[in-house]
DNA sequence: CATTTAACTTTTAAAATGCAAGTTAAATTA
DNA sequence: TAATTTAACTTGCATTTTAAAAGTTAAATG
C-alpha cells in the first residue's frame, strides 16, 4: 500500500489496513506462533498465497523480520520488530471494543479488568512477554 | 463481511478491517464532516462507489446511522452510534504508533502529551466533543 | 531410499476496487 | 418559472486483489 495522506491514522491502515495483517500480528504476538505453518493454522484460516504476500509486505515495512532457524533448516522464524510489538495497544483496545460490543466473541477476561486498573502495567508486561518468547 | 472466527481482534477486522472504512470514522468523528460529499473530500479521495458501499456497511453493522437533513431536503447527515464513537480509543493508539514510528505525519501534538499524562480525561473530553458536534 | 514436512509458488476463477459517466430529487439562479 | 447547479447516489467496465486448489523445492525423518 502506498502513501495515500499525512494522516497518521491512514499510515497505520497503509500497513496492516486489510483482513489478514493484524491477524498475523496477533499470532506473532498473543499465540507464540512463529513459522508459517503455525501461521496458516488459525481459525480464520488464511490462503496460503496471501499469508506469503502478507509476510513479505510485513517485513518489507518493518513490522516483522524473518531469521533461519538454525535446528531445521527447512523452518524460518517470524518475529515481530518494535514497531510490530508496539501494534499491542492498538490489538488491545479492539479486544476492548469486542468486550463492550461483541461481548460473545473469546474476550480474555482478566485483561479486560486489567486495563482499566492498569493499564500501563499491562502493557508493559505483556511486551516483557512478547520479547521473551521463546 | 462474514465472521470469521470467535477472537475479538478479527470481529474488529470483520467490520472495520479495510482500507477505508476507518477513515470515514475518523472524518465523522475528528473533522466534523457529516455528508456525503464532505466524506468525498477527503485526502485520500476514496470513489464515490466505495464510500457508498462502506457507508450501507457500516450502518447495517451499526457503527453509523443515517438522518435526513431538515434544512436541505437533498442532505444525509451521517453520526457514529455508540458503537462508532467507542472507536475512538483504537484511533487514538493508531496515532500514537504513528507518532513514534511515522513522525512525519501530521500527529496532532497535544494530543499525544495528553494520552501520556491523562488518558482516560482525554478519551471522555473527546467522546463528549464528538456527540456535541452540529 | 521413500516418504513426509515446511515453506512457499503457480494457476485460475471469483470478488473487490477504481475510474468515468449517468441518474434523480431538491435547491438555487436568471 | 425555466435553466442550472448541487447532493447523493448508481451503473458499467477495466484492472487489481483474493480465494481455492494444486504443484514445487529443499530438508528432515523412518
Redesign the interface.
Known amino acids: 500500500?502506498t502513501k495515500?495522506?499525512?494522516?497518521?491514522?491512514?499510515?497505520?491502515?497503509?500497513h496492516v489496513?486489510?483482513?489478514w495483517s493484524?491477524?498475523i500480528i496477533?499470532d506473532l504476538m498473543f499465540f507464540g506462533k512463529h513459522s508459517y505453518s503455525e501461521l496458516q493454522n488459525?481459525?480464520?484460516k488464511m490462503a496460503t498465497n496471501i499469508l506469503s504476500s502478507r509476510l513479505e509486505k510485513l517485513e518489507k515495512e518493518g513490522l516483522i523480520h524473518k531469521q533461519k532457524d538454525e535446528q531445521d533448516k527447512r523452518k524460518k522464524v517470524y518475529r515481530l520488530t518494535e514497531?510490530g510489538v508496539?501494534?499491542l495497544?492498538?490489538?488491545?483496545?479492539?479486544?476492548?471494543?469486542?468486550?463492550?460490543?461483541?461481548p460473545?466473541?473469546?474476550?480474555p477476561n482478566q485483561l479486560v479488568s486489567r486495563v482499566h486498573t492498569d493499564?500501563a502495567g499491562l502493557i508493559q508486561e505483556l511486551t516483557e512477554q512478547i520479547h521473551q518468547q521463546p
Not at 495522506?5 to 497505520?12: F, L, T
Not at 460473545?104 to 474476550?107: D, L, V, Y
Open positions: 500500500m495515500r495522506s499525512d494522516c497518521p491514522i491512514s499510515n497505520v491502515l497503509d489496513g486489510d483482513k493484524l491477524l496477533r488459525s481459525d480464520e514497531a508496539d501494534m495497544p492498538i490489538m488491545l483496545e479492539m479486544i476492548m471494543w469486542s468486550a463492550k460490543h461483541a460473545e466473541t473469546n474476550i493499564r
